[in-house]
């Protein structure tokens, strides 16, 4: 069975600093990973997902994350934040052969003006 | 293509009561799963339908329950509504099970 972990439940972060919000995967299988972004009073929206190939991938809102095999992780970046990023992200697994998804307890991004 | 719809969007239900949600999914999506989301516990998996079976499910009471019709919609049963069952319930679907969800605007539940 696989599992995930977002290791930080708040992040603060300066308007135009750059930011990672961590994850951390669990499988014994190959995985899909996901990161899904929660706008208030909202619900969730797929902001990148890697399935297979460049362990680069980008998404939307100017978002990327970088898989990581030998580490386990799955850290979504952004080089300068505004403040209409302030939201809620979800990173997410699933495993090949179609499991179910998996969430990750969220991290909060705040950010400071 | 249209999204995942919810219907209602708000609820307020009195104690006791049973309360049933409806979820549309984008079409094609054969999987279709349900959350819980509260501030307290976060994000909770309730179970997941894939062409009007039951393929997954969370670690919830018997009160809730759902089904999928044969056009992929589906509904969720909440029946005697406790004061913690006020939540944000939330609907994805999906091509299949493990690819990725695509999330409705979600049902604000209010119990009194």
């Known amino acids: 069975a696989q599992s995930v972990t977002q290791l930080d439940s708040q992040v603060p972060v300066f308007e135009e600093a750059p930011v990672e919000l961590r994850c951390n995967y669990s499988s014994s299988v190959s995985v899909y990973l996901f990161w899904y972004v929660q706008y208030p009073n909202q619900g969730l929206q797929l902001l990148l997902k890697y399935l297979s190939g460049s362990t680069l991938v980008k998404g939307i809102n100017g978002f990327e994350a970088e898989f990581n095999k030998s580490q386990t992780s799955f850290h979504l970046r952004k080089p300068s934040v505004h403040i209409s990023d302030t939201a809620e992200y979800f990173c997410?697994?699933?495993?090949?052969?179609?499991?179910?998804?998996?969430f990750g307890k969220g991290t909060r991004l705040h950010i400071l003006p | 293509k249209a999204g995942v719809t919810q219907t209602p969007r708000y609820l307020i239900k009195t104690r006791g009561q049973q309360v049933t949600l409806s979820c549309s999914p984008i079409?094609?999506?054969?999987?279709v799963s349900w959350y819980q989301q509260t501030p307290g516990q976060g994000l909770q998996f309730l179970f997941e339908?894939?062409?009007?079976?039951?393929?997954n499910k969370g670690n919830f009471p018997g009160r809730f329950s759902g089904r999928q019709f044969s056009n992929s919609r589906s509904e969720m049963n909440v029946s005697t509504l406790e004061l913690g069952d006020s939540a944000l319930y939330l609907c994805a679907s999906s091509l299949r099970t493990g690819s990725e969800q695509y999330f409705g605007p979600g049902t604000r539940l209010t119990v009194t």
């Open positions: 079409s094609g999506h054969r999987s």
């Open positions: 339908y894939f062409s009007e079976t039951q393929r």
């Open positions: 997410a697994v699933s495993s090949v052969g179609y499991d179910k998804i998996i």
